[in-house]
């Protein structure tokens, strides 16, 4: 008797387990855009029509599907950058590596097992330099039950560092192929796929990303560098954060006021809202050094605390985020 039961516990865990794990299916319609930036509008690539992509939500332990439909004139391939391929090497994505390109009219499904992974990762065109406007977030939320190693967050948000070009960016690296150079440096960075107030056109257009935080609580932002070519500074006036995982894997956690990552490089920090209400820059700018030239304009994002009015602000003439 005690044998059956132990082996009906065992059986009873193994069912719940195969219960709770499920089947995510994401559907990319990949197309082409007009899109405005710096009182410039220009055709981009974009998956369902959104620049930055859709957001892929999964559970450990999921099976996840996309579904991936080429509408546009270049034949591609989706990256995601970060996902532990286990016996589907072929849903990884590089082109002319681990699968051949989807073509111009043609579908193509990755489908893999979310296995021994939690936390941020993201996922990107891989070919050219279409990624430059083709990227999204990946957000791997631990199995059921198990709780963060880190203080619960009330909230969450998804923070995408990025660039811009005015020139169509396949036509810019085709000329720096013809001059024998580096291709020239992006136009902007970008926080969510907009420059911000210190760019031209970004009060008229709007083009400035805003986060609303409540008082007293507790947010994690899981902040992503899609940038091409530039490691970016983050930081956020009046606020400490603290990191507790880079790349999908936890870390201890420790306080900065900022933070340096590289492109294709997850970072998800706590940040606590115990300042007083009102508004405050998010700040990302590129690391310098003495090599080549990179775009060293700021990009500026928006932190509000709930019942402040949205009322038109400054710009302002130099940022102080960074020390």
């Known amino acids: 008797m005690g044998r059956r039961h132990v082996f009906g516990v065992l059986l009873l865990c193994f069912l719940l387990g195969f219960v709770q794990a499920a089947v995510k299916t994401y559907n990319f319609d990949v197309q082409v855009k007009n899109v405005s930036r710096l009182c410039h509008a220009k055709p981009i690539v974009t998956v369902n029509g959104m620049y930055p992509g859709p957001t892929i939500y999964v559970r450990e332990g999921d099976r996840l599907r996309i579904n991936v439909t080429n509408h546009t004139q ?11 391929q286990y016996r589907n090497g072929w849903a990884d994505g590089p082109a002319y590596i681990t699968q051949c390109l989807v073509q111009t009219g043609q579908s193509y499904t990755y489908d ?10 993201w996922w990107h065109a ?15 939320m631990p199995k059921q039950g198990t709780p963060f190693p880190f203080p619960q967050p009330n909230s969450e948000f998804n923070i995408l560092l990025g660039e811009w070009w005015n020139d169509d960016v396949e036509e810019v690296v085709k000329q720096g192929k013809k001059l024998g150079l580096p291709p020239k440096m992006s ?13 031209p056109c970004s009060e008229k257009h709007m083009y400035t990303y805003a986060i609303e935080f409540e008082q007293r609580k507790t947010y994690l932002l ?10 970016l500074f983050f930081a956020i006036s009046g606020h400490n954060m603290t990191v507790v995982e880079v790349d999908a894997v936890y870390t201890k956690p420790f306080s900065t006021e900022s933070i340096l990552i590289a492109p294709g490089q997850t970072t998800n920090v706590l940040v606590r ?10 700040a990302a700018r590129a690391f310098m050094d003495a090599g080549l030239p990179i775009d060293n304009r700021t990009a500026i994002a928006i932190l509000q605390y709930k019942g402040i009015p949205n009322t038109v602000y400054s710009i302002p003439t130099s940022v102080t985020c960074f020390k």
Request: no cysteine; charged share 15%.
């Open 74 to 84: 270049y034949n591609m391939s989706i990256h995601l950058h970060g996902l532990k």
């Open 112 to 121: 893999m097992n979310v296995t021994e992974q939690r936390g941020t990762l």
């Open 126 to 140: 891989h070919i050219f330099w279409l990624r430059a406007t083709v990227y999204g977030a990946i957000v791997i």
């Open 187 to 199: 136009d902007a960075h970008t926080i969510n796929g907009k420059p911000g107030p210190l760019f």
């Open 222 to 231: 899981r902040i992503i560098n899609a940038a091409l070519n530039d490691e």
């Open 273 to 282: 809202s115990n300042q007083a209400a009102g508004r405050y820059f998010m």
